[in-house]
T-cell receptor, first 113, second 114 residues
Framework: DQQVKQNSPSLSVQEGRISILNCDYTNSMFDYFLWYKKYPAEGPTFLISISSIKDKNEDGRFTVFLNKSAKHLSLHIVPSQPGDSAVYFCAASASFGNEKLTFGTGTRLTIIP | NAGVMQNPRHLVRRRGQEARLRCSPMKGHSHVYWYRQLPEEGLKFMVYLQKENIIDESGMPKERFSAEFPKEGPSILRIQQVVRGDSAAYFC????????????FGDGTRLSIL
């Protein structure tokens, strides 16, 4: 029962262009969503989050969009840089009494110089 | 990943031995979470602890696995009588509070069972 899905296992983007990573969820109790970036042999690094009371949150080159009716969120990276090449995980949690994160299976982003 | 310290980074055990994984949360964080990542999969929640209390262990196997977060010292994930299927990367995360706060992860312990 995969409650958080990242349907694209991999994505290649030219340096300088926009990278768009997608994530879908099924559990309507989820109200807090996060994106993490992970390099091999390291732990996930927190990038950006969004609460369900918002539909957009921006931090520098990273913007997360949340569409609650579609149960869909996306991460936009613009402009993409070579150092952005990594695996990106979407995660979600429900705030009341259940703080555990449920992760997607990840999307491997490759930025082509 | 500065701040959440996990050790050891790599741990090799033979089947039937015990594995102890340690996690020191970020300074000021009192909420600790353990996750496991199997090859080619996402991270799966195991257990959520606060100081001296297990809050949610719904992701932990019922047998052989235990976790603690004592008043003093690091959080410990203990796996008794390890089997090949326990081979995975085990990640610890901490947060300042439980609600709508990002969890920050350590670099993990890679457990290999011979």
């Amino acid at each position: 029962d995969q409650q958080v899905k990242q349907n694209s296992p991999s994505l290649s983007v030219q340096e300088g262009r926009i990278s768009i990573l997608n994530c879908d969820y099924t559990n309507s109790m989820f109200d807090y969503f996060l994106w993490y970036k992970k390099y091999p042999a390291e732990g996930p690094t927190f990038l950006i989050s969004i609460s369900s009371i918002k539909d957009k949150n921006e931090d520098g080159r990273f913007t997360v969009f949340l569409n609650k009716s579609a149960k869909h969120l996306s991460l936009h990276i613009v402009p993409s840089q070579p150092g952005d090449s990594a695996v990106y995980f979407c995660a979600a949690s429900a705030s009341f009494g259940n703080e555990k994160l449920t992760f997607g299976t990840g999307t491997r982003l490759t930025i082509i110089p | 990943n500065a701040g959440v310290m996990q050790n050891p980074r790599h741990l090799v055990r033979r089947r039937g031995q015990e594995a102890r994984l340690r996690c020191s949360p970020m300074k000021g964080h009192s909420h600790v979470y353990w996750y496991r990542q199997l090859p080619e999969e996402g991270l799966k929640f195991m257990v959520y602890l606060q100081k001296e209390n297990i809050i949610d262990e719904s992701g932990m196997p019922k047998e052989r696995f235990s976790a603690e977060f004592p008043k003093e010292g690091p959080s410990i994930l203990r796996i008794q009588q390890v089997v090949r299927g326990d081979s995975a990367a085990y990640f610890c995360a901490s947060s300042l509070s439980a609600s709508n706060q990002p969890q920050h992860f350590g670099d993990g312990t890679r457990l290999s069972i011979l």
